[in-house]
């Protein structure tokens, strides 16, 4: 079975300037989660998908960060324009059902490698 | 605000040596998953707890989930080369899921 394929793996911008990043969740996974990793934190969740729909997105600074995922499959996260703050890597995960909920053995979230982003 | 503080942020320890990380937080979590990280990669799924005084054992590591469902632990016994990595904790209420800022452990040959 695929896992969750990102793309670029590093990506490096300008402060002010825009970056997307593209993740492909495991084939049949209604729910996508895109994180923050700021360099020696844990992930911070920025917005997670149920198909297509918003589920929360209350941690995403929607002034300049977006997230769409049109036909409730492939996910692109944006930063419009850059900060230097920004810098992180940007974690995509996937699961069959919602976390919270305890569905059990479906309630796993599998994630991709990552997008390295620095922003000079 | 919930907030889950792992400790210790670091750890280095002799192969053959056992250990304990912790995670704790001030607020019940509905469960709770602990995670490992390698450099350039996502974090895997160690194990869910969701019990109140459950353990759960995977090989030579031990997980417990606090009786009120607020903190847990994860105990490697005989420490290896290969448990090098950075250890997530994360709590999961009905609609979050809080990551810790983890332990990174390093395990020397």
């Known amino acids: 079975e695929a896992g969750v394929a990102q793309s670029p793996r590093y990506k490096i911008i300008e402060k002010r300037q825009s970056v997307a990043f593209w993740c492909n969740p495991i084939s049949g996974h209604a729910t996508l989660y895109w994180y923050q990793q700021i360099l020696g934190q844990g992930p911070k969740l920025l917005i997670q998908f149920q198909n297509n729909g918003v589920v929360d997105d209350s941690q995403l600074p929607k002034d300049r960060f977006s997230a769409e995922r049109l036909k409730g499959v492939d996910s692109t996260l944006k930063i419009q324009p850059a900060k230097l703050e920004d810098s992180a890597v940007y974690l995509c995960?996937?699961?069959?059902?919602?976390?919270?909920?305890?569905?059990?053995?479906?309630?796993?979230?599998?994630f991709g490698a990552g997008t390295r982003l620095s922003v000079l | 605000t919930q907030l889950l503080e792992q400790s210790p942020q670091f750890l280095s320890i002799q192969e053959g040596e056992n250990l304990t990380v912790y995670c704790n937080s001030s607020s019940v979590f509905s469960s709770l998953q602990w995670y490992r990280q390698e450099p350039g990669e996502g974090p895997v799924l160690l194990v869910t707890v969701v019990t109140g005084g459950e353990v759960k054992k995977l090989k030579r590591l031990t997980f417990q989930f606090g009786d009120a469902r607020k903190d847990s632990s994860l105990h490697i016994t005989a420490a290896q080369p290969g448990d090098t990595g950075l250890y997530l904790c994360a709590g999961l209420a009905w609609d979050k899921i809080i990551f810790g800022k983890g332990t990174r452990l390093h395990i020397l040959p």
């Open positions: 995960a996937s699961s069959l059902v919602l976390l919270a909920g305890g569905w059990g053995a479906k309630n796993i979230q599998y």
